[in-house]
């Protein structure tokens, strides 16, 4: 069962390794990219890795045993909280999941077998190029941060409604120029306020905030001290996660 283990751990680094908008069809893993600043995909793979190793050494033991269903627990809640917050589930994740949680099963069930000699020594090099990715966390296609980009299809959608901070509602013209949508509790969207924080004001997008918190805070302490905003409830139709760049820039005079 080891082995099962440690080809979901090659599995969670393909993953790892390609863009999460192609797999997760929900864009729940848009919302949550990771911890310490690692994708889950990465810790997956180390989990799996630990699992394998494990697995491959101790026969029924109880330690190991606790562990491994404590992560598939673990890895549950996330993909429940995730749930929660975002409304979505990821095709991709909860599979790895009720594979976890199944194996944590039948380790106690299966027999044990010692891995052949000659499979010793892949696997203590697959342990170590898999700790060593996960200290030096290279930039991939999958984690590196990129906006959710919708084109505007339709005249009506070429405003977007939301209120000011004092509660006047405003129609944003998206031909003049997209609005990005972010939260205060999301913590990769200050890559993206970061970003734009760069650019002239003239350049800038609109700044809508989806829900409420200490938005000024959020704007300061990535470089926005001051910046214009608004507010929105919910997201736009055909958006599911945040940051999200909606609408394209147009010529005013273009129809």
């Avoid at 562990?67 to 409304?87: C, D, K």
């Avoid at 380790?107 to 996960?134: D, E, N, Q, S, T």
């Avoid at 704007?219 to 929105?232: K, Q, R, S």
Wanted: aromatic share 12%; charged share 15%; net charge neutral.
């Amino acid at each position: 069962m080891g082995f099962i283990y440690l080809l979901l751990s090659v599995a969670a680094l393909l993953f790892w390794n390609l863009n999460p908008e192609l797999l997760c069809t929900s864009e729940a893993c848009s919302t949550f990219t990771g911890l310490l600043g690692r994708s889950w995909y990465l810790w997956g793979a180390l989990f799996y890795t630990i699992a394998g190793l494990l697995c491959l050494r101790y026969k029924r033991n109880k330690v190991v045993g606790i562990f491994l269903a404590v992560i598939a627990l673990l890895h549950a809640g996330l993909i429940g909280y995730s749930w929660v917050v975002s409304g979505y589930l990821c095709s991709i994740c909860w599979k790895f999941a009720v594979m976890g949680m199944l194996l944590a099963v039948l380790y106690w069930i299966l027999p044990f077998r010692k891995p052949p000699i000659a499979c010793i020594g892949p696997v203590k090099a697959l342990a170590v190029i898999m700790l060593a990715l996960f200290v030096a966390n290279p930039q991939t296609v999958g984690n590196q941060f990129k906006y959710t980009s919708f084109p505007v299809a339709e005249a009506a959608a070429y405003h977007l409604h939301v209120s000011t901070p004092d509660g006047q509602d405003v129609s944003l013209d998206l031909r003049e120029k997209p609005a990005l949508i972010f939260a205060v509790w999301c913590p990769h969207c200050d890559e993206a306020l970061q970003n734009i924080a760069n650019e002239t004001s003239q350049g800038r997008p609109y700044l809508v905030v989806l829900g409420d918190g200490k938005v000024d805070d959020k704007l300061a302490a990535n470089g926005l001290f001051g910046a214009e905003y608004y507010f929105i409830k919910t997201l736009p139709e055909g958006i599911h996660s945040v940051p999200s760049l909606i609408g394209e820039y147009r010529n005013k005079d273009d129809t």
